[in-house]
C-alpha cells in the first residue's frame, strides 16, 4: 500500500485565491510526522511546513497551514493568497519514527498553476 | 550561512559505468540523506548517513553506496549504470536534534544513455 497518496495531479487556482492540496497517509506507527515540500522548476526541494501525529493544534507558517485530520489520516496543505511564484510541484512526505532511519517517504506530487 | 551543495549540476554518462556523486551538508548537520527522483514522481529514499555511519537503507540494489566522510561530507556511488539510474539524486542534511527536518540540496541530474 502507498504510504502517502497525492491524489491531485495538476491544480490551478487564481493570483489571491486560496487552494488546498490533497494528502491522504498510511501508517501503523503512532509516532509519525508530516512534511510539505515546494519543487521548482530548478528541482530543488524547499521545505513549507511540518505536523507532528501528537500535535494538537495545526501547524501554520505564513500563508502555508496544514489541515490535519489524524483520524481520516490526511494532511492538505492550504495556501492562502496565491501568488505567482507558488507555481511548482508540491509533495506531501512522510516520516515514521519505526523505520529508525530518517527517510522520508513521498508522494507523487501535485502541479499547481497560478493563474495571473 | 551555505545551504547544500552537490556536485556535478548535471552527468551524462553510458550505460555499464559508474559514477560519484558529492554532498555537502549545512555547516552543523552531521545526517545526510539520499534520494533518487525519477521524472514524473517523488524522491525515493535511497541511504541515510549519521557520523559516518550507515543509519538507513532504501530498496535499491547493491549496484548503490555511499559513504560519509570526517567532515560529514558525503557521496553516492552507482556502479553498472543502467538506463533506469536517470534520474535526478537529491542530498539532505538534517540538523542535531531535529533529524525530521530534512533540508535539501539542488540535486545532481544523471542521464545514462
Known amino acids: 500500500a502507498q504510504k502517502i497518496t497525492q491524489t491531485q495531479p495538476g491544480m490551478f487556482v487564481q493570483e489571491k485565491e486560496a487552494v488546498t492540496l490533497d494528502c491522504t497517509y498510511d501508517t501503523s506507527d503512532p509516532s509519525y510526522g508530516l512534511f510539505w515540500y515546494k519543487q521548482p522548476s530548478s528541482g530543488e526541494m524547499i521545505f513549507l511546513i511540518y505536523?507532528?501525529?501528537?500535535?494538537?493544534q495545526n501547524a501554520t507558517e505564513g500563508r502555508y497551514s496544514l489541515n490535519f485530520q489524524k483520524a481520516r489520516k490526511s494532511a492538505n496543505l492550504v495556501i492562502s493568497a496565491s501568488q505567482l511564484g507558488d507555481s511548482a510541484m508540491y509533495f506531501c512526505a512522510m516520516r515514521e519514527r519505526e523505520t529508525g532511519a530518517n527517510n522520508l517517504f513521498f508522494g507523487t506530487g501535485t502541479r499547481l498553476t497560478v493563474i495571473p | 550561512d551555505a545551504g547544500v551543495t552537490q556536485s556535478p549540476t548535471h552527468l551524462i554518462k553510458t550505460r555499464g559505468q559508474h559514477v560519484t556523486l558529492r554532498c555537502s551538508p549545512i555547516s552543523g548537520h552531521k545526517s545526510v540523506s539520499w534520494y533518487q527522483q525519477v521524472l514524473g514522481q517523488g524522491p525515493q529514499f535511497i541511504f541515510q548517513?549519521?557520523?559516518?555511519?550507515?543509519?538507513g537503507r532504501g530498496n535499491f540494489p547493491d549496484r548503490f553506496s555511499a559513504r560519509q566522510f570526517p567532515n560529514y561530507s558525503s557521496e553516492l556511488n552507482v556502479n553498472a549504470l543502467l538506463l533506469g539510474d536517470s534520474a535526478l539524486y537529491l542530498c539532505?542534511?538534517?540538523?542535531?536534534?531535529?533529524?525530521?527536518?530534512?533540508?535539501f540540496g539542488p540535486g545532481t541530474r544523471l542521464t545514462v544513455t
Open positions: 539532505a542534511s538534517s540538523p542535531p536534534g531535529r533529524s525530521g527536518e530534512q533540508y
Open positions: 548517513y549519521y557520523e559516518k555511519e550507515e543509519r
Open positions: 505536523q507532528g501525529s501528537y500535535d494538537q
